[in-house]
């Protein structure tokens, strides 16, 4: 029954872009190309019957450590929580020098037009992301924030000072 509601998400899908007939291929992928600019990978899973989202970010890693540090950091800054990736998450495949973002969407209680209703947001996050990526790769990344850990000030000598007491 996931699938099927996976396969009805697609189809709602592909009447709000205006292409009928979106179909899941032998790997149960959809691969659709935004505005010549990224793919979006849509790949239902059975075993988990979620939808998965996906499309890079960055192809290629910067070559010196200190941009790459500089990259991770505020990826990782961003996928906290998934707070600024769309409840999703980013990773990394250092071999194929490749950054992911993803974002799922469970099939098995999902409405058929939660594709559609998420699709916007989710091309939103990746547009802003890779031009994040792509500024910090230039050198261009407002570079304002600390790259250092915040100290932490003296425990105060009090009973519970510093700790939230429950």
């Known amino acids: 029954m996931s699938f099927e509601n996976a396969k009805e998400n697609l189809k709602e899908f592909g009447k709000e872009l205006g292409l009928e007939g979106l179909e899941f291929d032998e790997n149960n992928t959809c691969i659709l190309g935004i505005d010549d600019e990224f793919s979006l990978h849509l790949t239902y899973e059975p075993n988990s019957k979620r939808l998965y989202l996906y499309s890079p970010l960055l192809d290629g890693l910067p070559r010196e450590d200190k941009v790459k540090l500089r990259l991770y950091e505020r990826l990782l800054e961003g996928s906290m929580l998934g707070g600024q990736m769309a409840g999703g998450g980013v990773g990394v495949a250092v071999k194929e020098e490749l950054i992911l973002i ?39 990344d407002d570079n304002t924030k600390s790259t250092t850990p915040q100290q932490i000030p003296p425990h105060t000598g009090r009973p519970g000072g510093g700790f939230i007491r429950a």
């Open 102 to 140: 993803h974002c799922t969407i469970d099939m098995e209680h999902a409405v058929p037009a939660a594709l559609r209703a998420f699709a916007p947001l989710y091309v939103e996050t990746v547009e802003k992301w890779r031009k994040i990526c792509a500024e910090i790769c230039e050198g261009r």
